[in-house]
């Protein structure tokens, strides 16, 4: 009889690697989309500050905006962190010990993962729904209270930060506005009066000559 061929056994360990990695691929990839979705909406935030110089910072918009990208930065930082914890308990020799804090872990790293997949959805579809907008920014403004350290009003830090940027873009029209001002002519491109004065004295010297000799011929 043929010898069976004996099967693979896979191990806890083995699957908690296979995780691991395809947790590692899917923060990669909410990163950098994530990292784009912020910069959009600072982009949004500058735009609504040019259109509301004087108001902005009573713009309900324009505080959950600002509130929203910290919330998402916080996602990102907890979502990198969780990370690194799970691959120093695969490092472990002995992963029995950790087996089960290991599985918590990676079970946390997907609640985060669920929740950077809703920052997606459009904010103005999130400020229509009024339920939705006052969960969603009780959730916000309860993580940032928890995780922003030497705040004591997270409000004060927001109304320093949108001061911060409305400096950033008086600033670049103040730079935009010098670049537009027409160059004037370089003083080395004017004629030396000197050498216009010597030349102007070459032309009289031979009227002053004819000047001389005239007695002469009359007597």
Do not use: C
């Not at 990676?106 to 009024?130: A, H, P, R, S």
């Not at 995780?147 to 103040?174: A, F, P, Q, R, T």
Request: hydrophobic content about 30%.
């Amino acid at each position: 009889m043929g010898q069976k061929g004996s099967k693979i056994k896979i191990t806890e360990q083995d699957k908690a690697v296979l995780q691991l990695k395809q947790s590692k691929d899917s923060i990669h990839k909410y990163t950098r989309r994530t990292s784009s979705l912020i910069d959009e909406e600072r982009q949004q935030l500058k735009s609504l500050i040019k259109e509301n110089p004087k108001t902005y910072k009573q713009n309900t918009k324009v505080r959950f905006i600002l509130k929203r990208i910290h919330y998402q930065e916080h996602l990102l930082d907890q979502a990198s962190d969780q990370l690194v914890n799970l691959e120093n308990m695969l490092s472990n020799i002995e992963f029995k010990l950790v087996e089960k804090q290991f599985f918590q872990g990676l079970q946390n790293g997907n609640v985060i993962l669920t929740k950077l997949n809703k920052e997606f959805k459009n904010i103005d579809d999130i400020m229509d729904d009024v339920q939705e907008q006052i969960a969603y920014q009780s959730e916000i403004d309860e993580t940032l209270a928890q995780h922003v350290s030497g705040v004591n009003n997270y409000e004060d830090e927001i109304d320093k930060e949108l001061d911060v940027m409305e400096l950033e873009i008086e600033g670049k029209k103040e730079t935009n506005v010098i670049e537009q001002i027409p160059e004037m002519p370089s003083i080395d491109k004017l004629p030396e009066l000197k050498d216009a004065t010597k030349k102007e004295g070459t032309l009289h010297e031979p009227q002053r000559e004819k000047g001389r000799q005239e007695p002469a011929l009359l007597a």
